[in-house]
């Protein structure tokens, strides 16, 4: 293979090489530096006079007398069974100390649009124990739905409590979990392998892991590569695959800082303008395929920069994702775990996972009540502020009420609790109670009938 | 434009399945992303072009000085400096003919059902398929004959391409008028000769035409009847006309999709072309397995039967994303020609807008506004301006010229009459006018509105359906503000709906549009005193407004009742509201008790009317209690 020693800039990220042989567009390169150290890139942009590559680890180091070797092939992960309970890192060599893996085949990273054709719609609920998400914003198998959570707040618990509580219910198979990180800080990345190992969950479960400190660079690759484990696990082994992707801010960061060191036109923030895309071309590897056993569910969280729900970040990413899950920090205040505000979240896929057969038959006018209630009462509490709750109508009074008990009973819950849906919907009823019957517009009458347990 | 340069006739036999000599050969030069140059080519604007070794599908987008710039449909990892580029001379075309109903398609007509055939679940590249089954073999019935003259765009022969819909056969736009010297009947493919004139010309079912080219038409008519949606909010309040352009803006979860679906299945137009430019593939699945199942109210046959999809979800390439409104719209026209009213769904266009700014800042084009470049609002005005009702060139030539050429007001009502006529004669007449309504979702970043997408569909699109999030997060359904939405359709359909379901269906309207603004203002005072505090007079207002948020403007789309509402029904709804309301007024003058009033049953009775098939009889009852109470509370 021939070597070139032919750098003629290096900016930030980029190392530009000319005259070299026609090399294809998206090549592997690798380049060693005088002092024998190897590094890795890719090429982002070729023609007969100039090759841009974009080094994973950093231009740190590289000089002109480097030596540059186009592979001929793209970026690709080595899959195989074994990389389950493995510790890899960013890259997706193994860091966990243990042997080196035997690829049953090597994978491109950047995977391929799965025909919209050959997709089934994901329909299995999946109970997460928790019952904001389970009741209000249920989970399915195949979905991709994102935490949207803010520095501070507690989404690796949750992400955690979902990972080890996750089933399908009457299934005995448990989840898989994927695990990414992208510049999570070392302390983080130790708290979620030590509950991996403590509840065993790491023996099904890949971790790949780019801390904060690894190079920004690879960070674009990282959710790629646990992708492609992802899909391998998922379509070729037959297994329900759960990726956990933490935390997407890091990763469009990256972008972001790539994009200025090409000089390309920014979009809004500094952002490139093809960030929709490129998140697009994550997230949309989630799903299921007809004729496949397999699934694989997203669960990527993303800290969302000043608590705003219109940074473009969980913008693009609210657009591609099927629905968010959004913390709170007034509930966080309020010392309510897990502090999930259900008024902005939202599952698109609920309607197809609940229901007679699947959960329960009140499940969705159930949670469409509290829905209306809660929003009700959470906006009275503006009011009270000003006029003072005496000047309440009775039914205002009771909804806001509502809205506090729903917040102490419904959202509240322990970090180990493990809530079945029936229980979940009960204690919806219960708070009910507090109204009369006829109050209930949004539950159909049959269903009023046979549930509420309150005064007529 | 360069005119009658295209290759647009009936598509050869044969020549087809065999590659075309390109007419240059040239070599790439530079590969970054979808946008890739070459040299030594010889091409025109928009030209496609085959890419590299695997011969990727591409389209010319710039020429500067040698070089020549390309955007590809399929992902270019891989490709080299140095590999050929062909110029097939043929602009980006699709393939018109039996075969497009029930299909689905990427966004530049590729069979999505055929790709995952040759290369399974996962889009690989390289793969061509043509838009249309060349081997399925069709019922074509000549309505012409040998010896008859005929001219472009005429209808020569009928297929009855999906049950109960017929395909029109007609001659393709560019060919010359001449006489029919053989016209065969029988079972053909797509490609087979069907009918061949004396000037050598030879027709088949297939005819090809260029997606960024309108196509053309006799004449084009102001609109004049509207798109019933059976969604109560957008055909009470905002209605959008057929041929008329709508949006639906909203930020992320406050519903665009299900109402886009919502009209895709409810609408009262013949065809449907719903196009996923750029968004979810679980979405696209759920239409694909929910649509075979759904009954067309009308028809009573499988909503897929009427329906074109065509799926570029957000991963797949950029650049066919950026086609893909363009084979949906010309799709759409097509069937306009044939003398049908087609609804064409596009969500989003901001995928859309999207799409071009990332080829333009590939291109290094100097951007405005938000990146987006210059030329965003001139591309969406002329996408949207390819909606209309127009009398098609397959209309028979028994309507005169003259007519068409008198004000919109006679053609209007000349035709609603003649349609009136057919309908009591129990088969509706069509062919006369065809429409395309185009109606696009735009998904503003943040939910902001003053972003340039939206700003600019707004203002080309008369009907404007604002998502609002805070609606959509208490859960009312569908999610559109009534005080910002507006419809500037409202004046033009008011004969239709006086002629078709009421006198009384204007005054109705603006009473309840009235009454919701009288709310908007007396929130603001509730906010700061309570409304135990406002006069009795205000808060029978605000009683009044609630039932009519609660029962006329939220509708549960999953619900299979509620999920489409005549207008009839619309229109009982709202008697009886404001039976209350009247009923209400004439209690306080009386010097009732505004508690009592509050107090009343039967008003919630409305609500269960939604959810019965036995509309008539529950509101009736209603009201005939309504009357009962107030007896009582005197």
Redesign the interface.
Same mark, same amino acid.
């Given at each position: 293979m021939k070597e070139y020693k032919t750098i003629a800039r290096i900016a930030g990220p980029l190392v530009f090489v000319k005259n070299t042989d026609p090399t294809p567009y998206g090549d592997l390169v690798k380049i060693t530096m005088p002092n024998g150290e190897v590094k890795n890139g890719q090429v982002l942009d070729t023609s007969d006079e100039m090759v841009i590559v974009q080094v994973f680890e950093g231009t740190s180091g590289i000089d002109r007398n480097s030596k540059i070797r186009f592979l001929g092939e793209n970026i690709k992960l080595g899959v195989s069974k074994d990389l389950l309970g493995r510790i890899l890192s960013g890259a997706g060599k193994p860091i966990d100390g243990g042997s080196a893996l035997i690829p049953e085949k090597r994978l491109d990273i950047n995977g391929a649009a799965i025909n919209p054709y050959s997709r089934e719609s994901p329909k299995d609920f999946i109970q997460t124990g928790i019952s904001t998400i389970d009741a209000m914003n249920t989970l399915v198998r195949g979905q991709k739905l994102p935490i949207f959570s803010g520095s501070g707040l507690p989404h690796n618990e949750i992400a955690l409590q979902i990972a080890r509580q996750a089933k399908v219910v009457g299934q005995e198979s448990n989840f898989v979990v994927v695990f990414a990180a992208m510049g999570i800080t070392n302390e983080e990345a130790q708290y979620f392998i030590k509950d991996f190992e403590e509840t065993g969950a790491l023996q099904r479960s890949v971790v790949f892991l780019n801390l904060a400190d690894d190079p920004a660079v690879e960070r674009l690759v990282t959710p790629r590569m646990a992708l492609t484990a992802a899909e391998y696990l998922a379509y070729e082994q037959n297994m329900h695959v759960l990726v956990i992707l933490t935390d997407m801010t890091n990763y469009c960061e990256s972008l972001r800082e790539i994009g200025a060191a090409r000089e390309e036109v920014p979009g809004r923030r500094g952002y490139p303008g093809y960030m929709y895309t490129d998140l697009s071309t994550i997230y949309e590897r989630a799903g299921l395929i007809k004729g496949k056993k397999g699934s694989v569910t997203q669960l990527p969280i993303l800290t969302m920069v000043g608590d705003d729900i219109t940074h473009p970040i969980p913008d693009l990413t609210g657009y591609i994702t099927e629905g968010q899950i959004t913390l709170s920090r007034e509930l966080h205040r309020k010392n309510i775990y897990p502090p999930i505000n259900v008024l902005p979240s939202l599952s698109r896929l609920m309607n197809s996972g609940i229901g007679k057969g699947k959960t329960r038959d009140d499940h969705k006018n159930n949670s469409d009540q509290m829905y209306a209630n809660y929003a009700e009462g959470v906006d009275l509490r503006g009011l009270v502020a000003i006029v003072g709750e005496d000047a309440l109508s009775v039914r205002d009074k009771k909804l806001l009420k509502f809205a506090q008990e729903f917040e102490d009973k419904f959202v509240r819950q322990g970090k180990q609790e493990n809530r079945s849906i029936n229980k979940t919907l009960d204690i919806g009823w219960d708070l009910f109670t507090m109204f009369e019957k006829r109050e209930l517009t949004r539950i159909s009458p049959e269903l009023r009938d046979r549930y509420f347990k309150g005064k007529e | 434009m360069k005119k009658n340069n295209e290759k647009t006739n009936s598509i050869p036999e044969q020549k087809s399945a065999q590659r075309k000599k390109p007419i240059s050969v040239g070599k790439l030069? /530079?590969?970054?992303?979808p946008v890739v140059?070459a040299v030594g080519l010889d091409a025109r604007m928009y030209d496609v072009v085959r890419v590299g070794n695997e011969r990727l599908m591409g389209e010319v987008i710039q020429i500067d000085k040698e070089k020549t710039v390309i955007q590809v449909y399929e992902?270019?990892? &891989?490709? /080299?400096?140095?590999?050929p580029v062909e110029n097939t001379g043929e602009q980006l075309s699709v393939e018109l003919g039996p075969g497009l109903l029930t299909s689905?398609y990427d966004g530049i007509q590729r069979p999505?059902?055929v790709?995952?055939k040759q290369m &399974?679940?996962?889009?690989?590249r390289g793969v061509d398929a043509p838009g249309l089954d060349h081997n399925k073999k069709w019922d074509f019935k000549p309505v012409k004959k040998k010896g008859d003259t005929v001219k472009a765009g005429e209808v020569i022969g009928l297929v009855e391409e999906t049950p109960g819909f017929t395909h029109k056969i007609m001659l393709p736009p560019s060919i010359n008028e001449g006489r029919i010297t053989q016209i065969n009947e029988g079972k053909f493919t797509v490609t087979e000769t069907i009918c061949v004139l004396d000037n050598k010309q030879t027709v088949t079912m297939a005819q090809r035409w260029p997606v960024r080219k309108p196509r053309p038409v006799r004449k084009k008519l102001p609109p004049t009847a509207p798109l019933i949606t059976g969604q109560r909010i957008f055909d009470v309040l905002f209605p959008v006309a057929k041929g008329g352009t709508a949006a639906i803006p909203g930020?992320?979860?406050a519903g665009k999709?299900v109402s886009q679906q919502q009209l895709a299945k409810w609408s009262d137009a013949d065809i449907i072309v719903y196009v996923?430019c750029?968004e979810? &593939?679980?979405e696209?699945?759920?239409v694909?397995?929910e649509f075979p199942h759904l009954k067309d109210p009308k028809s009573g046959r499988p909503l897929m039967n009427r329906t074109v999809l065509i799926?570029n979800? @957000?991963?797949?390439p950029?650049a066919a994303r950026e086609a893909s409104v363009y084979t949906g719209a010309t799709i759409a026209e097509y069937f306009r020609d044939m003398g049908y009213d087609v609804a064409m769904m596009a969500d989003s266009t901001s /995928?859309w807008a999207?799409?071009m700014?990332?080829i333009s @800042?590939r291109l290094?084009e100097m951007?405005g506004e938000?990146?987006y470049p210059a030329y965003l609002s001139t591309r969406l005005a002329e996408f949207y301006e390819r909606a209309s009702q127009v009398i098609p060139l397959s209309a028979p030539a028994k309507i005169k010229m003259k007519d068409a050429h008198k004000d919109a007001k006679t053609a209007k009502e000349s035709k609603q009459t003649s349609k009136e006529l057919d309908k009591e004669k129990g088969q509706e007449r069509k062919g006369e006018t065809g429409s395309v309504t185009i109606i696009g979702a735009v998904?503003p970043?943040?939910?902001?509105f003053s972003e340039p997408v939206t700003q600019s569909t707004l203002r080309v699109t008369k009907t404007f359906w604002a998502l609002d999030?805070k609606l959509?997060?208490?859960?009312h359904f569908p999610a559109i503000n009534w005080l910002n939405s507006y419809s500037l359709y409202l004046n033009t359909l008011e004969p239709w709906f006086a002629n078709k379901v009421g006198s009384d269906w204007r005054p109705l309207v603006n009473q309840m549009m009235s009454i919701l603004q009288e709310e908007e203002k007396l929130m603001e005072i509730?906010?700061?005193? &309570? @409304?135990? @505090?406002l006069p009795a007079r205000q808060q029978l207002i605000l009683e009044v407004a609630r039932l009519i948020r609660?029962f006329l403007l939220q509708q549960n789309a999953?619900h299979e009742i509620d999920t489409y509402c005549p207008l009839e029904k619309s229109r009982m709804i709202m008697k009886t509201i404001l039976h209350f309301n009247t009923l209400g007024n004439a209690a306080l003058d009386q010097g009732a008790r505004i508690k009592d009033i509050l107090a009343l049953?039967s008003k919630?009775k409305i609500?269960?009317a939604k959810?019965n098939k036995e509309y008539e009889k529950i509101l009736k009852n209603a009201q005939k209690e309504m009357d009962d109470e107030f007896q009582k509370i005197k």
């Open positions: - | 030069y /530079r590969i970054a992303g140059v992902d270019t990892t &891989g490709i /080299r400096p140095g590999e689905i999505l059902p790709l995952e &399974g679940s996962f889009i690989q930020p992320f979860g999709t996923g750029g979810r &593939g679980n696209m699945t759920e694909l397995t799926a979800t @957000s991963n797949m950029v /995928r999207e799409a700014r990332e @800042s290094e951007p938000e990146g998904s970043p943040g939910g902001d999030a959509a997060q208490r859960r509730v906010q700061l005193v &309570g @409304s135990d @505090s609660e999953y049953k919630d609500a269960d959810f």
